[in-house]
């Protein structure tokens, strides 16, 4: 059972900084995409950055200059460095892994930005 693993939200002071990890867990051969997306409360899941198995990246307006995406070595990890956040930052952040035919999703890593 493949299945992505989210971990690194928690509450942050606006102006503060989070790193987010997501691990891939079981049996898998190749992973292409790989991306964050997250879900404010009343709102929909949107798209915050997204990294080919190539490095090419892209991200959301909202947060462009603030956050980098990246991926490890083995490929099957990403990463989401998050800096200067905001308020309107918060919300649950989630994993989402593309492979040959398939899409994953994490169960989702809470974060709040508050003071």
């Known amino acids: 059972q493949v299945q992505p693993m989210e971990s690194g939200g928690g509450l942050v002071q606006p102006g503060g900084s989070l790193r987010l990890s997501c691990a891939v867990s079981g049996t898998i051969f190749w992973i292409n995409d790989m991306a964050w997306y997250r879900q404010a409360p009343g709102k929909e899941r949107e798209l915050v950055a997204a990294i080919a198995r190539g490095g090419t990246t892209n991200y959301a307006d909202s947060v462009e200059g603030r956050f980098t995406i990246s991926r490890g070595n083995a490929k099957t990890t990403v990463y989401l460095q998050m800096n200067s956040l905001k308020p309107e930052d918060t919300a649950v952040y989630y994993c989402?892994?593309?492979?040959?035919?398939?899409?994953?999703w994490g169960k989702g890593t809470l974060v709040t930005v508050s003071s």
């Open positions: 989402k892994v593309d492979t040959s035919g398939m899409t994953y």
